[in-house]
């Protein structure tokens, strides 16, 4: 089944609020990874987060990894039209890429 | 530098025909994955591979088969397709431990 859970779902939001999804591995991972993708595209890389407890920024978007590697957060500040798109984690336990569901991000201008 | 290349990006089958998806990538990496993506399903592992000559099971391998005799391409074979093999389907690769590149993927529709 799958191994990592991602909340929510979906998220509707009107322009210049904030955002937060969560992902949630019932394993250890030695990193996860955080992508993007556009409607009809496919995933892009955003980043990758190897350290318990580490925490990374891009412009408006914080990246957390939990201190137990079994959890992470992505949160935007100030979100823009421009956000829209799937944010998917991806967690490496082993070999394999384990993707959560992904949330769906729509933004209200 | 191409990145990851699939082809082909539409097919339609009907239900018992066989066919492959191809995959390449001319980054020289070493693993390679196939990702089936279905509404609220997010990206679901079928097959990968960490080299040449190595491939294993993800989480949904039944019906499809892959090889990967070369570092370069990694083909998905489906067997005798069905249609709850409608999907969008994603090749990626990466070096060991680093981010994952992706095809544009193929869309495909088993009738």
Known sequence: GQQVMQIPQYQHVQEGEDFTTYCNSSTT??????????????????IQ???????????RLTFQFGEAKKNS??????????????????????????????TSLTVIP | NAGVTQTPKFQVLKTGQSMTLQCAQDMNHEYMSWYR???????????????????????????????RS???????RLLSAAPSQTSVYFCASSLLDSP???????????T
């Open chain 1, 29 to 46: 991972l030695s990193n996860i990874q955080w992508y993007k993708q556009r409607p009809g595209g496919h995933p892009v890389f955003l």
């Open chain 1, 49 to 59: 987060l190897v350290k318990s407890g580490e925490v990374k920024k891009q412009k």
């Open chain 1, 73 to 102: 957060s992505l949160h935007i500040t100030a979100t823009q039209t421009t956000d829209v798109g799937t944010y998917f984690c991806a967690g490496r336990p082993g070999n394999q890429f384990y993707f959560g569901t992904g």
């Open chain 2, 37 to 67: 993506q279905d509404p609220g399903m997010g990206l679901r592992l079928i097959h990968y591979s960490v080299g040449a000559g190595i491939t294993d099971q993800g989480e949904v391998p039944n019906g499809y088969n892959v090889s």
């Open chain 2, 70 to 76: 070369t570092t370069e391409d990694f083909p998905l």
């Open chain 2, 100 to 110: 994952l590149h992706f095809g544009n993927g193929t869309r495909l529709t088993v």
